[in-house]
Antibody, heavy 117, light 111 residues
Framework: EVQLVESGGGLVQPGGSLRLSCAAS????????MSWVRQAPGRWLEWVAN????????EFLDSVKGRFTISRDNAKKSVYLHLNTLRAEDTAVYYC??????????WGQGTLVTVSS | QSALTQPASVSGSPGQSITISCTGT?????????VSWYQQHPGKAPKLMIC???DRPSGISDRFSGSKSGNTASLTISGLQAEDEADYYC???????????FGTGTKVTVL
């Protein structure tokens, strides 16, 4: 059974940092690009970042470039999203998902990030 | 990159068919046959229902079907059931610096 389990969310002050983790199981992790997708309260889904299977390529949403980084550890079957210089508008549930060339097939249950003073 | 436009809500009675539209531009929906649809129940993770405009992943009911014309994609749910009540999001590959864009979401209500 495919499982993606996110962790690391929480309450953080504006300007603060967090590291989100996503542990994968039940599929060949190195076959997939991995994405992070977020959903602000009462809003729609928004793609945030992705990383190539070997970790050599990454892409980011314009509004998070320079503030967020993404990494993966294939030995641990995990992907990470490093959130820096957080803003109130970054408040959202953050999902990790497998990414094929055209869609996101498997999703985790998400972890909530709240940016507030 | 702006979100794709979906109607806020669509409703139907059990057994009926409903269609949800997803309007983009010639840079996303109109440019690629890579439109996907996701179902999301409250508090749950999204679930892939349709990929590449009209393909159903294994295990997805054939009551769900997809199509596209120009810059607008559509999801049709036939034989509407109570369990279909959820939010539905479209998504398109863009081939640009933001490779994926999602729709504004449609709440489906089964009357």
């Amino acid at each position: 059974e495919v499982q993606l389990v996110e962790s690391g969310g929480g309450l953080v002050q504006p300007g603060g940092s967090l590291r989100l983790s996503c542990a994968a199981s039940g599929f060949t992790f190195t076959d997939y690009w991995m994405s992070w997708v977020r959903q602000a309260p009462g809003r729609w889904l928004e793609w945030v970042a992705n990383i190539k299977p070997d970790g050599t390529e990454t892409e980011f949403l314009d509004s998070v470039k320079g503030r967020f980084t993404i990494s993966r550890d294939n030995a641990k079957k995990s992907v990470y999203l490093h959130l820096n210089t957080l803003r109130a508008e970054d408040t959202a549930v953050y999902y990790c998902a497998t990414q094929s060339s055209t869609n996101h097939k498997y999703w985790g249950q998400g972890t909530l990030v709240t940016v507030s003073s | 990159q702006s979100a794709l436009t979906q109607p806020a809500s669509v409703s139907g009675s059990p057994g009926q068919s409903i269609t949800i539209s997803c309007t983009g531009t010639s840079s996303d929906v109109g440019a690629h046959n890579h439109v996907s649809w996701y179902q999301q129940h409250p508090g749950k993770a999204p679930k892939l229902m349709i990929c590449d405009v009209s393909d159903r992943p294994s295990g997805i009911s054939d009551r769900f079907s997809g199509s596209k014309s120009g810059n607008t994609a559509s999801l049709t749910i036939s034989g509407l059931q109570a369990e279909d009540e959820a939010d539905y999001y479209c998504s398109s590959y863009t081939g640009r610096s933001t490779p994926y864009v999602f729709g504004t979401g449609t709440k489906v209500t089964v009357l």
